[in-house]
């Protein structure tokens, strides 16, 4: 069990953009795990009154808020993803409350395993906090495809996005257990159904 969760399992679940890591999630839980999503949760922290709106404007400038009032995300990932000091400028002031926000739902979390999604997980000290590493992998021409045909993106903004992040392979050096989601859904479903097994057989 988790150092830090003494009565809880923590599956830390990453993987590069577009790998289908949500997919995998979702799995989880279907066979009895509890989930955080570490992208809603950015998501929700900047939300107009959440705990980093302000800090965000300020650093963005006002024309990353939509006409509803929030900040467009997409507006914001354009500057961002463009350029790596923005999105690390954008992470320092994110980050503390992203955590914050994780630790929160991993401690109210009323499931023994809990599957955290993070893109992130390995830069940051949740890599410390869980009891295992999975990683899910896709080959670039599957995530460029997913990129263009799932979010709308063109072909240059899909390929920034996929060039804006750490290699692939740096994150399954790190992986205790590796999930392949090219091909077919089940195939994908069954190997997180192995894995669920070895866990049940630890008796955890």
């Known amino acids: 069990m988790s150092a830090g969760y003494p009565d809880k399992y923590l ?7 577009a790998v289908g890591k949500s997919l995998v999630r979702q799995f989880l839980v279907d066979l009895g795990a509890g989930a955080v999503d ?12 959440g705990p980093a709106f302000d800090a965000v404007v300020k650093k963005f400038g006002a024309g990353v808020i939509g006409a509803d009032g929030e900040i467009n995300r997409a507006a914001l990932g354009k500057i961002v993803f463009a350029n790596q000091a923005e999105l690390q400028a954008l992470e320092a002031i994110t980050h503390p409350f992203i955590r914050e926000r994780i630790h929160q739902l991993i401690r109210s979390a009323e499931r023994r395993v809990v599957v955290i999604e993070a893109i992130k997980l390995l830069e940051g000290d949740l890599r410390q906090v869980v009891d295992a590493v999975w990683v899910v992998k896709a080959a ?10 799932e979010r709308g993106l063109s072909e240059d903004i ?8 750490n290699k692939q392979e740096d994150k399954l050096r790190e992986a205790d257990v590796i999930i392949e989601n090219d091909g077919d859904v089940e195939e ?3 190997q997180a159904r192995r894995h669920w097994r070895d866990i049940e057989r630890r008796g955890i």
């Open 140 to 149: 670039p021409e599957t995530r460029l495809k997913r990129l263009m045909s």
């Open 11 to 17: 599956i830390g679940l990453t993987g590069n953009i």
């Open 188 to 190: 994908t479903r069954e």
């Open 158 to 165: 899909a390929k920034q996005r996929i060039a804006s992040q």
């Open 38 to 49: 570490a992208d809603q949760v950015a998501h929700q922290v900047i939300l107009r009154g």
